[in-house]
């Protein structure tokens, strides 16, 4: 519990209209950060506000692109290990590089472990992430990790649409679980896609396990990058009778023909959160609705200075 030390909230340059919101939650003004790139790119940082003695949190997804904005919460994270707060949290919503969590193939990296390895020697006392790819990444840190869901933003906008007949449908077996707790909490049926991935961001549907003729289908997943699965599942969706389809996604990083597929399918809206922001042509597209995680994000901040549960605002 730190609530005699000052609270303060810093962004790098990832995502600060994200940052904006959550300190207007906290009705705080957000921490000054200079930061810029020479011209060869290389970052400099400059922290302009006195941070010693402070709980420091930093929010900073690293998204596209990735390798510059993990580096650049890495070489804000040493600023501040060289400024003397009591504590320095790296506010992560979205965790690159978490699909390589293991050896799936001869003599492949686990990256997920070697960015926990750097954000924890770079500085970092304490990591505050949404929905990691795998819930296991956790155990990558030797440090405390807060791993929050936004499961209940976007149960809360599915219920919103008044479906009678809601089905919601996994697009892979690694997503069961994650789909059958929405289902439970919407109290509605759940269907499974048999999915093949032959190789990296390619993917064909095989089989429908579940009822879908006539059916709201909604289509759950963690991230949508390539929307190559989104695409395929709403198409094998369609072919079987589903009435509407829609899809929600946590982390909406929405790379290549992303978008060019989404308006090519049969999916007439993909909510997402901002754990990300959203780039054109994604910013533009009419068929995406971006929900805020602020509140969520702002609150768990709130608790984790002042040293109350975190986990029972998803009881």
């Known amino acids: 519990m730190l609530k005699e030390h000052p609270l303060q909230v810093f962004s790098g340059r990832a995502h600060p209209a994200l940052t904006e919101a959550i300190c207007e939650y906290l009705q705080i003004v957000p921490g000054r950060l200079k930061l810029g790139s020479f011209s060869d790119g290389e970052?400099?940082?400059?922290?302009?506000?006195?941070?010693?003695?402070?709980?420091?949190?930093?929010?900073?997804?690293?998204?596209?692109?990735?390798?510059?904005?993990?580096?650049?919460?890495?070489?804000?994270?040493?600023?501040?290990?060289?400024?003397?707060?009591t504590r320095i949290t790296a506010v992560i919503p979205y965790y690159g590089y978490a699909r390589q969590d293991r050896k799936d193939a001869p003599r492949v990296p686990i990256t997920a472990k070697l960015v926990a390895n750097l954000i924890t020697t770079a500085g970092a006392n304490r990591v505050l992430t949404i929905d990691l790819h795998a819930a296991q990444i956790q155990g990558f840190f030797d440090i405390p990790v807060d791993h929050l869901y936004a499961a209940p933003v976007l149960i809360e906008a599915i219920r919103a649409k008044g479906f009678d007949r809601l089905t919601l449908v996994s697009p892979d077996a690694g997503g069961v679980e994650r789909a059958r707790a929405f289902a439970k909490r919407l109290k509605?049926?759940?269907?499974?896609?048999?999915?093949?991935?032959?190789?990296?961001?390619?993917?064909?549907?095989?089989?429908?396990?579940?009822?879908?003729?006539?059916?709201?289908?909604?289509?759950?997943?963690?991230?949508?990058?390539?929307?190559?699965?989104?695409?395929?599942?709403?198409?094998?969706?369609?072919?079987?009778?589903?009435?509407?389809?829609?899809?929600?996604?946590?982390?909406?990083?929405?790379?290549?023909?992303?978008?060019?597929?989404?308006?090519?399918?049969?999916?007439?809206?993909?909510?997402?959160?901002?754990?990300?922001?959203?780039?054109?042509?994604?910013?533009?597209?009419?068929?995406?609705?971006?929900?805020?995680?602020?509140?969520?994000?702002?609150?768990?901040?709130?608790?984790?200075?002042?040293?109350?549960?975190?986990?029972?605002?998803?009881?």
């Open 188 to 315: 509605a049926d759940l269907a499974i896609m048999d999915k093949r991935r032959p190789e990296a961001n390619k993917a064909e549907i095989m089989n429908v396990i579940g009822e879908v003729e006539g059916r709201d289908c909604v289509i759950v997943d963690d991230i949508i990058d390539t929307a190559g699965t989104l695409q395929k599942t709403a198409e094998a969706l369609a072919e079987r009778g589903a009435r509407r389809i829609l899809a929600a996604g946590v982390h909406p990083v929405l790379s290549g023909p992303a978008i060019e597929r989404i308006e090519n399918s049969p999916i007439e809206e993909v909510m997402v959160t901002d754990t990300l922001s959203l780039l054109e042509p994604a910013a533009s597209c009419e068929r995406i609705t971006q929900l805020s995680l602020a509140t969520l994000l702002g609150e768990t901040i709130r608790r984790i200075h002042e040293g109350a549960s975190v986990s029972s605002l998803f009881v």
């Open 43 to 85: 970052i400099s940082c400059q922290i302009q506000d006195n941070v010693r003695g402070a709980d420091v949190f930093i929010v900073q997804p690293t998204g596209h692109p990735a390798n510059q904005s993990l580096m650049e919460l890495l070489i804000i994270l040493d600023a501040f290990r060289r400024s003397s707060p």
